[in-house]
């Protein structure tokens, strides 16, 4: 308020005192003035129209100090919201009118104010204009154009008009990056005003590049140049190089290996190996940033995405980090102005690199992970030490801001996200005469490791620490620990130790993420065993190739515990012996090395841990789960913890006990507890049994539920055998009215129904027609649902009761009803043209229940050639390689029975589709179980006229094996050629002397000899009971031939074929 009156008093006077104006002006003036004042402070209405004339008025006449007066004024006025403007816009366009270059600071500050009150559709009118605005080579003047341009491009960020094409856009950003690479600022630049031309020039590029992802693929390397040079500008390390030009930066030759960044679908597994539950044991996975925004938002399983919340942050990084400035307290100087000024320059600096690290996040974000990676060498440490370059975790190191250093680490994390396949090239191991590439990435690897270490050893900020176990974590999960030297496991294990215990939420939780993504890690190393307290005895590692020296090396640290480890277990024991029950007595201590499984058991048992701990604690306890012998003879105490867990308050921690009761009780089901740990495994479920029932009872959410009902389907058959009987009809009637209840959401029943559908396999249920037939009901009720998770789950348990009737038909002679059993071939044969997921299990359980149908007294002739047709439709049609691969073996069942080829109709399809699948299909597994199906074949006359399509496709086809269109595919090379000789044999077995003529003219072709090698060669290789066939073939034709008319011709062929197949024993 004074001061703006201090400002019109000097303005009034110094007109009083202007001799050149005559005094209708010099009163006209003074009047204006007098209206701009108002002694309550209310803001004033000027319209935009009058103060523009006003300003031309001013600078006609040539009063320059004046007009400069009067620009300061109108700034301060509109800033303070003192005067408010009428249509601004006449204002804005009077001041961008005129020769650009010849624009004052305090000009371009008011044209900054006034775009400040403009509403944002009027904002972008003005961006052609402005981006085409001229830089001067004042840097105050560029400073202020800089910041005009980030306020109106912020607007068209955020809509889909103006700019339309992008080429104003790329042109302002081609003129910064020119002028800074030119050096065009650095010869007038001050310190401050500098930095601040810096960092709202390196925030307005992250804008365009957030905008415009083609022309950050076209500029990488100077995009990357000017962040190589400006995200460590200030720091002690650069100080020579602060007045230097950024020069364009190459990516390296080696990311040309980098193939795609998504891993490679599982191959389908075959249904007759063990049952699984329909399920896997899930992994968790680091998710890259952009399928965490492609989320859908409306997931009904996971209802709270942890990954996002843990691993990503803020995607604004840095917003909650903090700042060394702000959130530490003020020394003594403070009031000093010197160093007033030094704190403010170091701020400046602090954004310059923040604004910097900005832009690599945007590209970070919109490049491929192949070009990105490109660029390793000046993102990660590339020497011995870590110190050669400036890379991220230098700056998270090294920065003296802690905001710098929290961003610099959250950078690096989300930049290692969907790093594993480029990482799986590094290797320790290599030639000593130079060094691959492989070798230079472990070495980048290794660095890495020691710098994050040095960072949680010197680091005090819980912000930078939360940041740091963060990447950390990433980094963990995208290791190939196996091809990498030992010991770097161990020296970043013992400072996530120490933060285990911290006082710091977060802190906590992110190192116990830390151990949660070591643990997930499918195949431990020895030392990183030892290293999260795995026993060798229960090591799941073929020990024998470690030395003698490195064993010592495994087992001296990780093995022997410190003095503060022997004092919690010492307080631990004393813990115990205070609860005076006769149950706790008996409880196996916990390993001395077991640090981890002995800190997650403290927190959850302990009432006052905080639910995010106790959450991560869960995740931890899921995946210890996957190397089960860390939990082995624990089972009470888990038990424990995990009852109070389903009984939490807290909505997550009650999902996440179930996930962990899911998981463990899945890895202990597959094991056959040894005699010790029989009774525990049974009073493990026992005990948990009632709380799951009260849990269901309880939750509010489809989540929790699904994931109880997941967790009872991991029972187990021995726990589940040994149940009382009044026990187990509880559990089946608590799943069947879980399964059948309308009010229930229908993902919730379809997770009860898989439950079922597991139990339906158990020796003691088998048999069980009635609960076979009410599990058949339920699953008819589910399969067309409207939710695509909801009907694969019905499919999948369909497929179950479908083996369990086709067990039960060959045990009992208690048949299942003939209506029901339509109702499900007709929901089986509907599913089949459902989404490739549901196809894949309703191929299975249709190839059951048509068998089952063959085995069923009375006609169903009609129903079964429908069927049969839509089998046959899904071999045919369908892309899907699991669909093909169950429909194959499906078909391969049912051919063996004489109802199938009741017509010709159906033969002329399956002929020359498996014909079709077995040359061409690029999957072999595809192509093994196409010829599988001719290996069922009993009569000659079941392949009719279409005999030399199928002799001359498998002679095509056994040629082609040989070459891999996909190195994957190798492991079941040997497999196909043995599966396509035994086809041979059997054609060969089958063949009437007509056949010979055709037979030999396909052999004759071009793949005679390498038929006949590989003919040798897999009759050599296999054990004698499976090659059986290849060397009897030959002789058996020739034996019934001789009883038959055989023409010269036709003896001929069959003396040729038995001269190169023919083979001695």
């Known amino acids: ?51 523009g004339l006003w300003l031309e008025e001013v600078r006609a006449r040539g009063h320059s100090d004046l007009l400069r007066n009067w620009q300061l004024l109108l700034n301060e006025l509109i800033l303070t919201r003192k005067v408010i403007l009428v249509r601004p816009q006449f204002l804005l366009q009077c001041l961008l009118n005129g020769i650009q270059l010849d624009k004052t600071p305090v000009e371009l500050n008011l044209i900054l104010t006034v775009l400040k009150t403009l509403q944002k559709e009027e904002l972008r009118l003005y961006w052609t204009e402005l981006a085409s605005f001229p830089y001067s080579n004042d840097v105050s003047r560029a400073v202020v154009v800089v910041q005009c341009q980030d306020l109106v491009f912020a607007d068209l960020e955020q809509s889909d008009d103006g700019d339309t094409d992008g ?70 390390s650069e100080a020579s190089a602060r007045n230097q030009a950024p020069r364009r930066v190459q990516p390296a030759q080696q990311s040309a290996a980098y193939g795609q960044d998504d891993e490679l679908e599982p191959e389908p597994q075959p249904i007759h190996k063990q049952r699984t539950g329909g399920r896997k044991n899930k992994m968790r996975k680091m998710r890259s940033l952009a399928r965490q925004r492609n989320q859908s938002t409306n997931e009904t399983l996971e209802t709270n995405p942890r990954d996002r919340l843990l691993l990503t942050g803020h995607l604004d990084y840095g917003c909650l980090t903090g700042d060394s400035g702000e959130n530490f307290p003020v020394s003594d100087s403070a009031g000093d102005p010197q160093m007033s000024g030094m704190r403010q320059v170091r701020n400046l600096q602090a954004k310059v690199r923040i604004s910097a690290l900005h832009l690599l996040g945007s590209l970070a974000k919109h490049l491929p992970r192949r070009s990105l990676y490109g660029y390793w060498h000046i993102l990660f440490p590339s020497g011995e030490n870590g110190a050669t370059n400036g890379h991220l975790l230098r700056l998270g190191h090294t920065d003296s801001n802690a905001r710098c250093r929290a961003v610099a680490l959250q950078l690096a994390a989300q930049i290692l996200y969907g790093s594993k396949s480029f990482l799986s090239q590094a290797s320790s191991k290599g030639p000593s005469n130079y060094t691959p590439f492989a070798m230079s990435l472990a070495s980048s690897l290794m660095s890495s490791y020691r710098c994050l270490s040095g960072i949680l050893e010197r680091e005090f900020a819980p912000p930078v620490l939360t940041q740091c176990l963060k990447c950390l974590a990433v980094l963990v999960q995208a290791t190939p620990f196996e091809q990498l030297e030992m010991g770097f496991v161990y020296e970043f294990v013992g400072h996530v130790k120490k933060l285990a215990k911290n006082g710091d939420i977060p802190v906590v939780v992110s190192a116990l993420l830390v151990m949660e993504m070591l643990l997930s890690t499918p195949r431990l190393t020895p030392e990183m065993a030892s290293a999260v307290g795995l026993s060798p005895n229960q090591r ?111 909505f997550d921690v009650r999902l996440y006990a179930a996930r962990c009761l899911d998981s463990i009780g899945y890895q202990l089901g597959r094991l056959v507890p040894e005699s010790s740990e029989r009774e525990s495994q049974l009073s493990f479920w026992l005990s948990l049994l009632p709380v799951i029932y009260k849990a269901y009872d309880e939750a509010a959410g489809a989540s929790l539920k699904c994931a109880l009902c997941d967790a009872l389907s991991n029972i187990g058959t021995y726990t589940f055998e040994r149940l009382s009987l009044g026990q187990r009809n509880a559990l089946l009637a608590f799943l069947s009215g879980c399964a059948s209840d309308d009010a229930e959401e229908p993902l919730v029943r379809a997770a009860a129904l898989r439950a079922m559908a597991v139990h339906v396999l158990h020796p003691s249920l088998k048999g069980d027609l009635v609960f076979v037939e009410n599990a058949a009901e339920l699953s008819l009720n589910l399969v067309n649902d409207t939710q695509l998770v909801v009907r694969t789950k019905a499919a999948w348990a369909l497929g179950n009761i479908s083996d369990a009737l086709l067990g039960g038909v060959t045990l009992h002679s208690e048949r299942i009803s003939e209506e029901l059993l339509g109702r499900l071939i007709q929901a089986a044969s509907l599913s089949c043209g459902d989404h490739d997921k549901v196809k894949a299990n309703a191929v299975r359980s249709l190839g059951n229940l048509l068998q089952v149908l063959q085995l069923q007294p009375g006609e169903n002739f009609e129903q079964m050639q429908a069927a049969i047709s839509k089998l046959l439709d899904c071999v045919k049609n369908v892309s899907s390689a699991k669909v093909k691969w169950n429909a194959c073996h499906a078909i391969g069942n049912l051919v063996r029975h004489r109802a199938f080829f009741a017509t010709n109709h159906l033969a002329g399809i399956l002929f020359p589709a498996l014909s079709q699948l077995i040359v061409q299909h690029a999957n072999f597994k595809v192509r093994i179980n196409a ?49 396509l000789c035994l086809a041979i044999a059997k054609l060969l077995s089958l063949a009437k002397a007509s056949d010979l003529t055709g037979m030999r003219e396909a052999l004759e072709e071009d793949r005679l000899e390498a038929v006949r090698s590989t003919w040798r060669r897999v009759a050599f290789r296999i054990v004698p009971e499976q090659s059986a066939p290849l060397f009897t073939c030959i002789p058996l034709v020739e034996q019934r031939l001789q009883t038959e008319t055989v023409l010269p011709q036709q003896r001929s062929a069959l003396a040729f074929i038995a001269g190169n197949l023919k083979l001695d024993p």
Request: proline share 3%; aromatic share 6%; glycine share 4%.
């Open 167 to 236: 080429n104003c856009s790329r042109q302002l950003a081609n003129t910064l990056i020119r002028n800074f690479f030119d050096g065009f600022w650095l010869d007038n630049s001050k310190e401050d005003q500098w930095s601040l031309l810096l960092s709202h020039s390196l925030h307005l590029l992250q804008r365009i590049v957030a905008k415009q992802p083609d022309f950050a693929a076209q500029h990488v390397p100077e995009l990357m140049g000017l962040v190589q040079t400006y995200m460590l500008f200030g720091t002690e």
């Open 540 to 650: 799941n590692l073929q020990m024998d190739d470690v030395q003698g020296s490195e064993q010592d090396f495994l087992d001296s640290d990780a093995e022997v515990e410190l003095e503060e480890d022997a004092m919690e277990e010492h307080l631990e024991q004393s813990e115990q012996q205070k609860v005076a029950v006769s149950a706790d007595a008996a409880l196996p201590p916990i390993p001395r090395n077991s640090w981890l499984l002995r800190q997650v058991l403290r927190y959850l048992e302990s009432l006052g841990t905080a639910p995010p701990i106790r959450v991560e604690c869960f995740q931890v306890l899921l995946a210890m789960g996957t190397h089960i012998g860390l939990l082995r003879g624990h089972q009470i105490r888990l038990c424990r913890v995990i009852m109070s867990g389903l009984g939490d308050a807290t």
């Open 931 to 979: 010829t599988a199906v001719l290996l069922q074949l009993e009569q000659r006359q079941d392949i009719g006229n279409h005999f030399a399509l199928v002799w001359r496709s498998i002679l095509e086809a056994l040629e082609r094996s040989n070459a891999l269109d996909s190195f994957e595919e190798y492991n079941h090379r040997d497999a196909l050629q043995q599966q």
């Open 1 to 51: 308020m004074e001061k703006d009156r201090d400002m019109l008093d000097t303005i009034q006077q110094n007109i009083l005192d202007n001799s050149e104006l005559d005094e209708d002006t010099r009163q006209r003036y003074v009047v204006f003035i007098q209206e701009l004042r108002h002694p309550h402070g209310i803001p004033v209405g000027v319209a935009a129209e009058r103060l």
